[in-house]
């Protein structure tokens, strides 16, 4: 059986609608994983890396923040990714949040309070910086983006297009409803298992 690993937005956890929906929308097809991720960025990125590691998926899907990790390591591992709505500036995004906040779907060890600062915001900044350094041309076919278009809150489809070849649009907003998932992440997350297997 196929094997997917999603990766959830900042505010999101591995419960979150997008996540379950996915998990329901390939039951008994694929095993969708969906882990809740730290929330600081370098941390997150090295849990991932030890989860595709241990897991070895065959395909990342991401939504926002999850989608501006599914970039990095799909680069670097040669691991196929579907990213929904992509936030690639992540610090604009939390600069406008500075302070106490809670997530929004529950997270398995109970905690849902969290700080946006300075310091994570500069966390986020050093990643930004350096986010499509190991894109690979050779994989540019390989790193599909899937854009709302009511999304109010990531706009960077022009640049995902400097990076990637192909752009897929639908009638959502930035966080995809569950009928959203089935409909459209759905049916190319499943073209995408079929047509690329992971770079080994």
Known sequence: MKKILFLHGFYASGQCVPALALRHSFEGRAEVLT???PMHPKEAIEFIRGLIECEKPDLLVGNSCGSFYAQMLASTTGIPALLGNPHFQMTEFLRQRIGDHQYKSPRKDGKQDF??????????AELEATQ?????PNYKDRVWGLFGEHDT??????LFLEHYNHSFHFP????PTAEEVHTWYMPLAEKMLVDYLPLK
């Open 35 to 37: 882990p809740d991720l």
């Open 115 to 124: 700080t946006i600062n300075e310091a994570l915001i500069e966390e986020f």
């Open 132 to 136: 499509f350094n190991n894109c690979n």
């Open 153 to 158: 809150l990531a706009h960077f489809e022009p």
């Open 172 to 175: 959502g907003g930035h966080t």
